[in-house]
Structure formats: structure tokens, C-alpha cells
């Protein structure tokens, strides 16, 4: 059951890694973000999917705790992924991110 907590941190984690990407900041926000919030939102999902492999080999052990992250991750990137393509602006409540005023 702790596989569960690690695809709560790993789907935040991919989510802030894609809004990291200017692709995918105009379809979200409609806006290109400013560089400093883009380079925030990357090392908050790099420290969440880390936070989410770790967590797996706590609970696994090393070698199993691999290959359920692996498994984790997979899961929570195509989630993602499906959930920017389908319905590009609710990917930013996956990182709790209200609706940003247009400037």
C-alpha cells in the first residue's frame, strides 16, 4: 500500500516538470511564465518524483523499491500526460495552482 504514497508525490512531481516546459505553460495557463516560476516548477517536480523513489525503496527495500518506482512512475506519467492532452488547464490543480491572471 505505501506504492500509493509514492504516486501521490510522483503525479505533482511530473505535473510540475511538464508545467516547466513553455509547450505546455500556453496551453495551461495561456501564458508563457516568468523564467524564475518555470525553474520552480521543475525543481519541485524533480524533488517530488525523487521523494516518490526514495519513498519506494524505504518501503520496498533497494532492489524492489526500484522496480516499483519504475512502476510508479510510469503510472503517474501517463496519467499526466493523458490528463495534458484531454484537459490541459485542470493539470495545474494537480500541484494545488489556483487560475493565474492574465498580465
Known amino acids: 500500500m505505501s506504492w500509493i504514497l509514492a504516486f501521490l508525490f510522483a503525479i505533482p ?43 519506494t525503496m524505504i518501503a520496498y527495500g533497494w532492489s524492489r523499491g526500484l522496480v516499483v518506482s519504475c512502476g510508479v512512475a510510469m503510472l503517474a506519467s501517463v496519467f499526466v500526460i493523458l490528463l495534458l492532452t484531454l484537459c490541459p488547464t ?14
Open 13 to 55: 512531481g511530473f505535473a510540475g516538470i511538464c508545467l516547466s516546459m513553455l509547450k505546455h505553460q500556453r496551453k495551461v495557463f495561456g501564458r508563457v511564465l516568468p523564467e524564475k516560476q518555470s525553474r520552480l516548477y521543475l525543481r519541485l517536480g524533480f524533488g517530488l518524483v525523487s521523494a516518490s523513489i526514495l519513498w
Open 90 to 103: 485542470m493539470t495545474r490543480f494537480l500541484i494545488f495552482l489556483p487560475r493565474h491572471k492574465a498580465e
